[in-house]
């Protein structure tokens, strides 16, 4: 049971990390200090999508949903619906490449605004 709420609370906070990539650049127009966290977890994010590589906290997640006896997603709704979002059906490698560009181009235009 504990390692089926710790593999929501990963969940939670992959999520949170996903969100914050793509646009904590904005948070960063407010609190221009924020760059120094935002602008290397940016850059991580691209570089997982665009290398094709496996995020270490989906290796935890996964980790603790097969300690939890299971590879589904029966860790409650909040688990459940994050990961949905995090690793859609249907993902191909292409759809990873545009969603890395996308990041870049948005945190790209954001960070021009915050150099300049």
């Given at each position: 049971?504990?390692?089926?709420?710790?593999?929501?609370?990963?969940?939670?906070?992959?999520?949170?990390?996903?969100?914050?990539?793509?646009?904590?650049?904005?948070?960063?127009?407010?609190?221009?200090?924020?760059?120094?966290?935002?602008?290397?977890?940016?850059?991580?994010?691209?570089?997982?999508?665009?290398?094709?590589?496996?995020?270490?906290?989906?290796?935890?997640?996964?980790?603790?949903?097969?300690?939890?006896?299971?590879?589904?997603?029966?860790?409650?709704?909040?688990?459940?619906?994050?990961?949905?979002?995090?690793?859609?059906?249907g993902l191909t490698r292409g759809?990873?490449?545009?969603?890395?560009?996308?990041?870049?181009?948005?945190?790209?235009?954001?960070?021009?605004?915050?150099?300049?």
């Amino acid at each position: 049971m504990i390692y089926g709420y710790l593999a929501t609370a990963v969940a939670v906070i992959h999520f949170a990390f996903i969100i914050f990539v793509i646009a904590g650049g904005f948070l960063v127009l407010r609190w221009p200090a924020l760059k120094w966290v935002h602008l290397p977890a940016a850059l991580w994010g691209a570089l997982i999508e665009i290398g094709g590589w496996v995020c270490p906290l989906t290796i935890l997640e996964n980790a603790f949903l097969r300690r939890a006896g299971g590879a589904g997603y029966d860790g409650g709704f909040i688990a459940h619906h994050i990961f949905r979002i995090i690793y859609p059906q249907g993902l191909t490698r292409g759809m990873e490449f545009a969603i890395a560009v996308f990041v870049i181009a948005v945190n790209v235009a954001v960070y021009r605004k915050v150099f300049h």
